[in-house]
């Protein structure tokens, strides 16, 4: 009499998981390649034509806006594209706007995923208003006058030395703000810590953070203020008057308020 031993079967799940494993080894290995190979290029640019507003929109890299003392426009960028991506930056007018993208297209091996990074450095007039944002890269702006609104989705926002209307935001950065002299001003940071350093009394300030601490650095005055954290220490350190003509918010959902004197 014989009898049949049964067969070992692999579970299902366990079947799958190798498939996701050696799709991801797949993914990584491509990578690496892709950033092994890479290409380099960079060039610089002068804008003749007249705008009034600049907007800039990279979706892998760095921006750098700098306010400059002159009427000319100018732009530098660098571009870093793997074989499976080909980094590309384009530039036109449309009406009184400059508009300044840099994405990532199918390299000469087209691929779904890939090294690309495109940095962008820009020279404007100071007086211009900026719209500038990163998907997955550092923004920093220097010197500008004029109304800024300025984004990273996966990075830091640096600003130094602003005076017109600043919104400045972080969905996953820390938001630092020095010599800040706008009378109207919206700091934020989803995930990261915010530091504003104010040279000349806000007429309206808002610091906020929904997972970080909050340090806020004004000049000598009364402030009608605003400052408290769901979860942290509040230091209060500047006068307080709910008359002052100067209104200032500073709130942390996770983390410590700090608002001081310079």
Do not use: K
């Amino acid at each position: 009499m014989t009898t049949d031993t049964p067969r070992r079967r692999r579970h299902p799940v366990l079947r799958v998981l190798l498939v996701i494993g050696l799709v991801l080894l797949v993914i990584a290995a491509l990578n690496a390649l892709s950033w092994a190979f890479r290409t380099t290029d960079r060039d610089t640019v002068s804008i003749t034509d007249d705008y009034d507003e600049v907007e800039v929109d990279v979706s892998v890299g760095q921006v750098i806006v700098e306010g400059g003392e002159s009427d000319e426009t100018t732009f530098e960028y660098r571009v870093e594209s793997g074989f499976g991506r080909d980094a590309e930056v384009r530039h036109r007018i449309d009406g009184n706007r400059l508009l300044i993208d840099a994405d990532c297209g199918d390299g000469w091996v087209p691929l779904p995923f890939g090294y690309c990074r495109a940095d962008v450095t820009l020279t404007v007039p100071a007086d211009v208003d900026v719209v500038a944002h990163s998907s997955a890269g550092q923004v920093s702006a220097t010197g500008l006058q004029g109304s800024a609104d300025l984004e990273s989705s996966a990075g830091r926002v640096l600003v130094d030395d602003h005076s017109g209307p600043l919104r400045a935001h972080s969905s996953a950065g820390a938001v630092v703000v020095e010599g800040l002299a706008s009378d109207d001003a919206e700091i934020s940071s989803s995930a990261g810590a915010v530091d504003v350093t104010a040279v000349e009394p806000p007429g309206n300030l808002v610091a906020e953070s929904s997972a970080g601490a909050v340090t806020v650095t004004l000049p000598d005055e009364a402030y009608d203020l605003d400052a408290d954290t769901s979860a942290g220490e509040t230091t209060i350190e500047v006068a307080t008057d709910p008359d002052s003509e100067y209104h200032v918010r500073a709130h942390s959902s996770a983390g410590s308020v700090t608002v001081t004197r310079g």
